[in-house]
């Protein structure tokens, strides 16, 4: 059995033992992992990874009770005890309020009476005194909660305009800068150079300066987002445009549809998914951005963020940054529920 | 409408010269088949029709006027084309399919916005109506269709805007041999209700016996055969295809053609 087996391969010729079998790995490959390894650990040192490994397994020692002072576990523990509880009430002092009126309070709101320490050097004894002080506040349960939601919308609105504005000015950008609809070498150029200038500005950084332009607010943070996101739709729509099924157009440019219609019939419905796929992602990403910009002035909740944490309300902080991480945990989901919806 | 190609060449940027010399005319309102082994050049000659291809040297002139940049965007809308991939959008229903063969002759503005102008809606109707689908199938996405079906999705968008000339470049080439009947005599009917000129490619010569008033037959770019279906002697069609294809075989194409004549 055996003898005929290598009676056969002889004779066919095949599977010589002298033969070498490919090596997916070589010296070169050796070489380049050995100098890829070198490069990430002189990099990895230089921006302190060895210092922040030891710092983290002091502060994993340190919780687990090992007793030794941990400076990374401190700052933990001060920012949970600064941020924690959270601030849900929204407190006036009354002097502050013109034309306070008791009788016409608020809904929800009543008035709060408290006592305020005060140390004052009292001229007669030239002695430092306690003061007290009663002073009434109007709280309202749920005000700053309530007000953290107005700034989510308004965040939201502004990814929402973002996005709207991105689509408006990146479709026909797309459309010239598309090789195969041939609207002329100027365009194309003109088309690509616009779209890549755009997404070559952070929206960090033109917020930054539209916040000087146009001052506080939502118009900064609004076109900051528009301008980075036309430089993504442009170029994403104007790929799907060049890659689309040529012979369906072909169909309609041979009875003499112009461009418009040939993109209108013969390639919108079939980019059409991808389009919402990436307007989607775009939108996602223009939330999670409307709250960064925030912090240069640009509206939304981010502006108020910036605003409590340099007052040292560390408490609105924490509200804030519990409300943007359920934000967008929720619109994560919805994101992805939409997107299975249309593709 | 009237065709003539006065000696056409068409040489592709690589050196193929797909036409050599090809010279012919076929007058208002012929079924004319063009017949040919694959690369034969019949999809170039159809193309250089309405100008998806331009001829390296000669002319070819449409009703008269010579094909050309100038005449291109008056004459494109007047000749209508089917073609051998179907060319149809797949994620789009039949109705959107159908209705986009009236493109040229609807604004931009309501070409873009998407609503056609009424009578092309009846039209389209009417036209899905005539290539035998269900009324059912205008809301059908064309990719949810056989490659039947498709072909007269594709046939009745040729026909929106009644053209005077039809360029079908091998309309049956995947469908089966009664499929290929059905479309073929479809084309032909609704070419003669208009009067239209067609020029069809096949590379099926029973079906270019029966369906052509005059069959054209090319190898290599050239003209090697041009009359009627009758002189399309079993010598010419030795020399088309090579030696091995003679007569017989295709039995089963025969036979469907036998049904379609009953
Ligand atoms: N765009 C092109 N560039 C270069 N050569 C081409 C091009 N289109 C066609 N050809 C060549 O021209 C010749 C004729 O092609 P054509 O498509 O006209 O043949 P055909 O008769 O339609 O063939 P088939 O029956 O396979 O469709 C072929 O040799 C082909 O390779
Ligand atoms: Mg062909």
Known sequence: MRGAMSA???SEGRSSPAWRFPQPYGWRSGATAALVAAVLLFTGHRVE???????????????????????????????????????????????????????RLPPFAHVETTTVRSRELNPNTLLLEDRFDRKAVLVQPFGYAFKVGQKLLETLEIALWGTMIAIVF???????????????????????????LCRAVPELISALFLVLAYGFGPIAGVLALAIHSVGF???????????????????????????????????????MPQYIAYTLYILDRNVRMATVIGLVGAGGIGQELKGRYDMYNYGHVGTILVAIFLLVLILDQLASHLRRAVI | MSVIFDTVEKRYPDGTVALNQVSFEVPDGQF?????????????????VNGLATPSRGRVIVNGVEIGAKSLPRLRPTIGMIHQGFNLVARSTVAANVIAGALPSTSTLSALVGV?????????????GDVGLPEQFLRRRVRELSGGQQQRVGVARAFMLDPAFVLADEPVASLDPQTSVDILALIAREARARGS?????????????????????????????????????????????GPETAWAGRAEMRGALKCAEQ
Do not use: W
């Not at chain 1, 502060?59 to 030794?68: E, F, K, L, N, T």
């Not at chain 2, 004319?32 to 250089?48: D, E, F, W, Y």
């Not at chain 2, 369906?211 to 090319?218: H, L, P, S, T, V």
């Open chain 1, 49 to 103: 990874l060895d210092r922040a490994l030891v710092m983290t397994g002091d502060a994993v020692a340190a919780a687990a009770g090992s007793g030794r002072p941990s400076q990374v576990a401190a700052g933990f523990s001060t920012v949970a005890r600064q941020l924690f509880p959270l601030q849900l009430d929204e407190r006036t002092d009354i002097d502050r309020i013109e034309n306070f009126d008791s009788r």
């Open chain 2, 116 to 128: 056609y102008p009424r009578r092309f809606q009846q039209k389209a109707c009417t036209l899905v």
């Open chain 2, 32 to 48: 004319c088949v063009i017949l040919g082994p694959s690369g034969a050049g019949k999809s170039t000659l159809l193309r250089c």
């Open chain 1, 170 to 196: 990146g479709l026909p950008l797309a459309l010239l800068s598309a090789q195969n609809l041939r609207f002329g070498r100027m365009a194309y150029y003109a088309s690509r150079a616009v779209v890549g």
């Open chain 1, 233 to 271: 739709l442009g170029k994403f729509y104007a790929e799907d445009i060049e890659n689309a099924d040529p012979k369906p157009q072909e169909a309609l440019i041979a009875i003499g549809a112009g461009r418009l219609k040939v993109f209108r019939h013969a390639i919108l419905p079939q980019v």
């Open chain 2, 197 to 241: 000129t067609v020029l069809c490619s096949l590379h099926q010569i029973e079906l270019a016996r029966a369906f052509a008033d005059r069959i054209i037959a090319m190898r290599a770019g050239r003209v090697v055969f041009d009359g009627a279906p009758g002189a399309l002697l079993p010598t010419v069609v030795g020399r088309l295809y």
């Open chain 1, 8 to 10: 056969l391969a002889e």
